[in-house]
């Protein structure tokens, strides 16, 4: 069964610091993998995806993550954090098929002057 | 384009009563998930529905809890005799007719059921 760990419950970065988020996923072949964000109240957005090819995947708001198969992780990264981009970060996993996303169970970023 | 819409946003319910969840899928999606979200423990799948078919429930709790996707009208997911340990948010997804092999899931923003 697919299943997805995001060791860190609660991060709190600087603002314009660097941020990583880690995801490590448990799948047999080759899986879709997922970051989405929620803001307080709100649903989840999507931030990036990675279905094949170049392991480093760009997503929005300047996020990137990526995909090192060795290590069944999907990293997500940000080179310099802003005060918006508090909120909870959700990695997920899926497979070619019509199975249901498998989400961890989020990370919380605080962001401080 | 609207986005998916979900129904209502925010819900009280007293133990015993019945929760309906509406949700309207985005315009040309054929697929609908929802998830339950409890404070840290991330969303948990309960049933995948295309038009008319229950797809996947293997998430969803064998007593109180149902779910449709009728040929017209949006998604209901229905909680009878709701206990407070239903209280959490329930976010509806879509997807396009290839479903995830398209690759994404679009959320709404959740209903938010309380029961006292």
């Known amino acids: 069964a697919q299943s997805v760990t995001q060791p860190d419950i609660h991060i709190t970065v600087s603002e314009g610091a660097s941020l990583e988020l880690r995801c490590n996923y448990s799948y047999g072949a080759t899986p879709y993998l997922f970051w989405y964000v929620q803001s307080p109240g709100q649903g989840l957005q999507l931030l990036l995806k990675y279905f094949s090819g170049d392991t480093l995947v760009q997503g929005i708001k300047g996020f990137e993550a990526e995909f090192k198969r060795s290590q069944s992780s999907f990293n997500l990264r940000k080179p310099s954090v802003h005060w918006s981009d508090a909120a909870e970060y959700f990695c997920a996993v899926g497979d070619r098929g019509n199975t249901p996303l498998v989400f961890g169970k989020g990370t919380r970023l605080s962001v401080i002057a | 384009n609207a986005g998916v819409m979900q129904n209502p946003r925010h819900l009280v319910r007293r133990r015993g009563q019945e929760a309906r969840l509406r949700c309207s899928p985005m315009k040309g999606h054929s697929h609908v998930y929802w998830y339950r979200q409890l404070p840290e423990e991330g969303l948990k799948f309960m049933v995948y529905l295309q038009k008319e078919n229950i797809i996947d429930e293997s998430g969803m709790p064998k007593e109180r809890f149902s779910a449709e996707f009728p040929k017209e009208g949006p998604s209901i997911l229905r909680i009878q005799q709701v206990v407070r340990g239903d209280s959490a948010a329930y976010f509806c997804?879509?997807?396009?007719?290839?479903?995830?092999?398209?690759?994404?899931?679009?959320f709404g923003e959740g209903s938010r059921l309380t029961v006292l």
């Open positions: 997804a879509s997807s396009p007719p290839g479903g995830l092999k398209t690759g994404e899931l679009f």
